[in-house]
């Protein structure tokens, strides 16, 4: 099974980036994979503004952090521009119902 990120509707679908199923008349198989992959995205929710609150100081405002520093200084980051549109591949489509798939397995099925 490969690594990947998980977003909401608002990412594009990519090998390395699951988003739900589209739509509202989904079969089980696709309604449990939102429902599996909609957790992580909530705890990030949830999280992100205690994460930005502890990025700041005791005045209120942003500390820069030294990942400012090794950002200017790094050249393997580039810049890469507008990369295409937001449309799906068949093959990424078919990666999600995989990943489908596999996320409901037979043992523990919930009846």
Not at 75 to 97: H, W, Y
């Amino acid at each position: 099974m490969p690594y990947f990120f998980v977003g909401d509707e608002a990412f594009p679908l990519k090998p390395y980036l699951m988003r739900p199923y589209p739509g509202r008349q989904l079969t089980e198989q696709k309604s449990v994979f939102n429902y599996r992959t909609e957790a992580p995205t909530t705890y990030v929710q949830y999280v992100q503004p205690t994460l930005i609150d502890s990025l700041k100081d005791d005045g209120g405002t942003n500390r820069d952090g030294e990942w400012r520093e090794i950002i200017q200084n790094d050249t393997n980051l580039t810049p890469i521009g507008r990369v295409g549109a937001n449309i799906s591949a068949s093959a990424t489509m078919a990666l999600r119902d995989m990943l489908a798939e596999y996320l409901i397995p037979d043992a523990g099925a919930v009846s």
